[in-house]
């Protein structure tokens, strides 16, 4: 079994970009640079330190039985994060199920995301609003929305006007596991063929369930977008400046009418699959070890602390900021309402048909005589 560190080596064909060492030392990269300030690495910082406190409020909610499942995104929050800040606000992003930073990182209060996992709720925030879409439950079904999306844009003159405020594009998230169900393989045909304006953002978080990579793919995922004719480009998925810095470049790519990208962010899933898995039977001690030295908000904090960039004060506060956020969501949470089933009408077309209309009036009748009853 491989220690999951491959695809960082430091020098080689198949390095991964990084812009921040594990120690929170800047580095250069020949082709890619960070154009934020200290500013923004603060809000990264503050960003990964809030969604992993989400992400741990609701494993707790899980285990004591308020939540039917959670997948956890420990980890992977440096990946998210970075690249949720690379998008404007005229993107558009097609998540899976883990994607909890970037959920977040739109705006999406994370309540949302509780009640759904709750089962109070099918996950209805504004997808205009936000532009980010629901999550994809099912493997794999992103790719060839996300792909869809892209092509109408591209077709609805949004895509190479040079118009910064106009010009959007799209980001399709999924993990390593994905890139081996076919509606992954499929968007990516169709993106190359139409040129559409779509960035596939691949976190390789090291397993699929229990499936360790190298069992996945004889070739770095990356490597694979060659075959479908567009770039593909390994980042670091544990450094948040070298994902920004990475996404930017192909973001603008895709806006300016010059087609999609594919980026591998090597990183890797510290918890468990979801809250229903149990790792400790299939990957070792050592390399969840090997990969906690490398914990993406640890290196933020490094670099913020070296370099002066905030202050004891400055931690404290996100801290402070984080917890009172985990206190409301589990007050909400357990205070969200039981859905009563003709909430179901208000999900299943923006207009109701006559037949829904008498459907919903003969269900509303039926309900109201138990309580006739009563």
Not at 282 to 304: C, G, M, S
Not at 355 to 373: C, G
């Amino acid at each position: 079994m491989s220690d999951g560190l491959s695809g960082l080596d430091e020098s080689g064909p198949d390095a991964a970009v990084q812009l921040l060492t594990p120690t929170g030392e800047r580095v250069e990269h020949p082709d890619y640079a960070f154009a934020g300030d200290d500013a923004l690495v603060r809000q990264f910082y503050a960003d990964m330190v809030r969604v992993r406190r989400v992400d741990a409020e609701a494993i707790a909610l899980q285990r004591q039985g308020e939540l039917g499942l959670w997948p956890s995104l420990l980890g992977q929050e440096g990946a998210q994060i970075g690249a949720v800040h690379a998008m404007r606000g005229q993107d558009y992003a097609f998540p899976t199920y883990r994607e909890h930073g970037i959920t977040i990182g739109r705006g999406v209060d994370p309540l949302r995301l509780l009640a759904m996992f709750r089962g109070t709720d099918p996950g209805t925030w504004d997808v205009v609003q936000h532009g980010v879409h629901l999550y994809a439950i099912i493997i794999g079904t992103q790719g060839l929305q996300a792909t869809g999306y892209g092509m109408g844009l591209e077709r609805d003159g949004l895509v190479g006007s040079g118009d910064p405020e106009r010009d959007a594009a799209v980001v399709c998230f999924f993990g390593d596991g994905a890139t081996s169900q076919g509606d992954i393989n499929e968007g990516l045909v169709f993106a190359a063929s139409y040129n559409a304006p779509v960035v596939f953002f691949c976190q390789n978080n090291q397993w699929a369930i229990s499936e360790p990579i190298e069992r996945q793919s004889r070739a770095p995922l990356y490597r694979r977008a060659a075959g479908f004719g567009l770039p593909g480009v390994r980042v670091d998925g544990n450094d948040a400046l070298a994902v920004h810095a990475v996404t930017t470049a192909a973001l603008d790519r895709a806006r300016s009418g010059n087609g999609p990208t594919f980026i591998e962010a090597y990183t890797y899933r510290m918890g468990a699959h979801t809250t229903s898995d149990d790792p400790t039977k299939y990957r070792l001690e050592h390399e969840l070890a090997q990969w906690r030295d490398r914990d993406p908000i640890t290196r933020v904090r490094a670099y913020l602390e070296r370099t002066g960039a905030a202050d004891a004060d400055f931690f404290a506060s996100v801290d402070t900021e984080s917890d009172e956020l985990a206190m409301r969501l589990r007050k909400e949470c357990l205070a969200l309402p039981e859905p009563t089933l003709a909430e179901t009408f208000d999900w299943v077309y923006a207009t109701r048909s006559p037949e829904l209309v008498e459907q919903l009036a003969r269900h509303e009748e039926y309900a109201a005589s138990f309580e006739e009853a009563r």
